[in-house]
Nanobody
Framework: QVQVVESGGGLVQPGGSLRLSCAAS????????MDWYRQAPGQQRELVAA???????HYADSAKGRFTISRDNAKKTVYLQMNSLKPEDTAVYYC??????????WGQGTQVTVSS
């Protein structure tokens, strides 16, 4: 398991961009698939994007073409570049990995609000 701290959220107008960062601790980071999730008010948490240790990526349909997940193993950091943001992207965004998800352990997340 790793512990994570998400940052980079904020208020942005529709069509704008944000880059989220996820700083992780622990020695296993470079061996883990890392995920970005989000949870909107009244909604279930959903997987937005994932990146494997080798850099292969997966995106939810809602994120394809607009979001890019990347990682820097030397810095133990995962990024989520979000472009062309829409009001429906408003949510708390969380970074996590599988073992911690299964254990129900989450960071504090970072709030993204897309509004004019």
């Amino acid at each position: 398991q790793v512990q994570v701290v998400e940052s980079g959220g904020g208020l942005v107008q529709p069509g704008g961009s944000l880059r989220l960062s996820c700083a992780a601790s622990g020695t296993m980071f470079s061996f883990l698939t890392m995920d970005w999730y989000r949870q909107a008010p009244g909604q279930q948490r959903e997987l937005v994007a994932a990146i494997t240790p080798g850099g292969s990526t997966h995106y939810a349909d809602s994120a394809k073409g607009r979001f890019t997940i990347s990682r820097d193993n030397a810095k133990k950091t995962v990024y989520l570049q979000m472009n062309s943001l829409k009001p429906e992207d408003t949510a708390v965004y969380y970074c996590n990995e599988g073992t911690s998800v299964a254990a129900g352990q989450w960071g504090q997340g970072t709030q993204v609000t897309v509004s004019s």
